[in-house]
């Protein structure tokens, strides 16, 4: 079965300081690997998605991400936080087969002036 | 722009008293699911229909209920909703085929509150 986690619930970042979010899954096949961000009171917007091919894959707002097969591990990245982006992040696995979406927990980013 | 839009944003209503949300897509996606969310945790899926094929999930209880007339259309029923129904409910799309397939994309979501 397929299963997320997401080791940090809570994360607080300076504007314009880095940031990462930890995404760990675990699946036997290939797995489709998706961020999605929601901001308060509102629905679930895709940021990136990996299906196959480059490890690396650009989003938008700014945003990245690496699958690293070995570590079964999605990391999102972004190289400087703008206020707008404090949001729950959720990190979720699908798969070719399967139309169904495996969440994570999700983590809370407070950005801080 | 091709999206996924629920109705109302926002719903009250008694406790006991039926309550309906709708859900339309203009992406011609064939599947649609629905969504309850609780605040900070994750969406929990209650079921979804691929084209036609209602699927529930094994744990969502009996008091939720949808419909699907059309392509276009998904409706969320909850028979007699509870305090603890009071929640997000999320609807989604994706398809089955084509560069995004299997990409779920989200409404804005309704607040439903019980009183």
């Known amino acids: 079965a397929q299963s997320v986690t997401q080791p940090d619930i809570h994360i607080t970042v300076s504007e314009g300081a880095s940031l990462e979010l930890r995404c760990n899954y675990s699946y036997g096949a290939t797995p489709y690997l998706f961020w999605y961000v929601q901001s308060p009171g509102q629905g679930l917007q895709l940021l990136l998605k990996y299906f196959s091919g480059d490890t690396l894959v650009q989003g938008i707002k700014g945003f990245e991400a690496e699958f690293k097969r070995s570590q079964s591990s999605f990391n999102l990245r972004k190289p400087s936080v703008h206020w707008s982006d404090a949001a729950e992040y959720f990190c979720a696995v699908g798969a070719d087969s399967w139309v169904k979406l495996q969440f994570g927990a999700g983590t809370q980013v407070v950005v801080t002036p | 722009d091709a999206m996924v839009i629920q109705n109302p944003r926002y719903q009250v209503t008694q406790f006991g008293k039926p309550v309906t949300l709708s859900c339309s897509q203009t992406?011609?996606?064939?599947?649609m699911y629905w969504y309850q969310q609780k605040s900070s945790q994750a969406p929990k899926l209650l079921f979804h229909y691929y084209d036609k094929d209602f699927n529930n999930e094994a744990d969502t209880p009996d008091n939720f209920q949808s419909r699907r007339p059309n392509t276009s259309f998904c409706f969320l029923d909850i028979r007699s909703p509870g305090l603890g129904d009071a929640a997000m409910y999320l609807c989604?799309?994706?398809?089955?085929?084509?560069?995004?397939?299997?990409?779920?994309?989200f409404g804005a979501g309704t607040r439903l509150s019980v009183l």
């Open positions: 989604a799309t994706s398809r089955d085929n084509g560069g995004d397939k299997n990409i779920q994309y």
């Open positions: 992406l011609n996606h064939n599947v």
